[in-house]
């Protein structure tokens, strides 16, 4: 095969991508308040993975597939077994075999941590925890602009409360239960979110130096750059954005302190904070040597 084609076929692709991109702005304006729509940016993994395990997250407030797909564990794990192959394509197809991948899950991979585990087994897992309240407000929001594109009736917002209620708390219940307890726990690390956000080159340096990886200076200066361009495309975002993202609790009949204690009851990590502990990255391994020697868990 001729060395240009590979860059054809991407330039093509980029092209094509990029049009439905900008038509799907125009079919739902809500979108990008929500979700980067660029040909070139990072994307989440669901989208690839929906096409062996489809989802009705984006036009059902409380989902039902995800239950099927529990009891019945070989679909999932088909579905992360065609997704290797489909990231093989992808590195065959750049020549980017040596390279480290970073995927990111959104909330799938959490409801399927066996199955992850079982078809990447050398995978280094990343857990950002993020405070209860901010994440069930910020996907209401999302769930809710999702059914003003898909549903034709009117959204029931206490419906889409219960329903991301459910959704997170599933999938804490379940990745909890599946986090390793023996040496593969060197390979799973706990994240703050806030630190990450307050300083997100220093906390990936922390990241890769739990690993026992080193940040290049040309990673460093690749990192600063993605700032800046992110930084900019969101304040670009920001126009318009009171309009369509509406993350306040109470609008779905939810408040801070009842969230909080469900999830509390759901699992002692939901009150995980590495923020003290090494610039907010924890090794599950040492999180497990604390438990053991009877520590208090980070609160």
């Not at 669901?46 to 009891?71: G, I, K």
């Not at 992110?230 to 609008?251: I, P, T, V």
């Not at 909080?260 to 497990?288: E, I, N, P, Y």
Request: glycine share 4%; hydrophobic share 40%; net charge neutral.
């Amino acid at each position: 095969m001729s060395s240009w084609f590979p860059q054809l076929m991407d330039a093509l692709d980029w092209a094509r991508l990029s049009l439905l991109m900008r038509i799907g702005e125009l079919i739902a304006p809500q979108w990008p308040h929500h979700h980067s729509l660029d040909a070139n940016s990072p994307e989440e993994c669901l989208f690839a993975m929906q096409r062996s395990m489809p989802l009705d997250t984006h036009y059902r407030a409380e989902p039902r597939l995800l239950a099927v797909y529990a009891a019945e564990e070989e679909i999932s794990l088909a579905a992360y077994q065609r997704y290797r192959a489909f990231l093989q394509q992808v590195q065959l197809r750049r020549g980017s075999e040596r390279r480290r991948y970073v995927l990111k899950g959104q909330l799938l991979h959490l409801h399927f941590l066996p199955q992850l585990r079982a078809v990447f087994p050398d995978a280094r897992v990343i857990w950002l925890h993020r405070p209860a309240e901010q994440v069930v407000g910020s996907l209401c929001s999302l769930r809710r602009s999702q059914q003003e594109v898909f549903l034709r009736r009117p959204h029931d917002k206490l419906e889409v409360g219960r329903g991301a209620l459910r959704y997170l708390s599933d999938a804490l219940e379940r990745a909890s239960g599946a986090l390793p307890k023996n040496e593969e726990a060197e390979r799973f690390l706990h994240v703050q979110y806030e630190s990450l956000v307050a300083d997100p080159v220093a906390v990936v340096e922390r990241i890769y130096n739990a690993f026992g990886w080193r940040v290049s200076l040309e990673h460093r200066q690749a990192m600063k750059e993605y700032l800046e361009a992110s930084s900019a495309q969101r304040l670009r975002n920001e126009k318009g954005r009171q309009r369509y993202h509406d993350a306040s609790l109470s609008h779905y009949g939810l408040s801070e302190e009842a969230v909080r204690k469900h999830f509390q009851a759901c699992s002692s990590l939901a009150d995980l904070d590495c923020h003290s502990l090494d610039g907010g990255v924890l090794l599950h391994s040492d999180l497990l040597t604390r438990d053991a020697k009877g520590a208090t868990a980070p609160a």
